[in-house]
């Protein structure tokens, strides 16, 4: 929530830079003294838009690399037998999962599934 609240806000930071170079454009020279600016506000705008756009693409990146990590799940039934599966730590979705092999697993509410630390 709060990355899409700053994205927000430097998208509404880059556009008013843009606007205000376009105005600045559009008025006339003023006799005064100004002293150059070595950095141009196209400059910075277009900086901040890559950057946006790395971390967006580390971020979709990151995501995905967790949501694809293969885990193990073990499952006892009341009885007390186990069975052990692997999953994609997408396809857990509370009492339901989708193994590895494509198998879709229904716990009943007396089954107990414990997601097992990964083997090394």
Known sequence: MLTKILFTLVVIIIVALVFRVKTEKNKPAKPSVETPSKISAAFVAYTLLGLIAAISALVFVLHWQDQ???ISIQVT???GSTLDYQ???KD???RQFKTVQGLSVDLADSDR???L???N
């Open 68 to 70: 694809h990590e293969i």
């Open 77 to 79: 039934s009341g009885q």
């Open 87 to 89: 999953a994609y730590k």
């Open 92 to 94: 857990l979705d509370g």
């Open 113 to 115: 599934i414990e997601i």
């Open 117 to 119: 630390p990964e083997k």
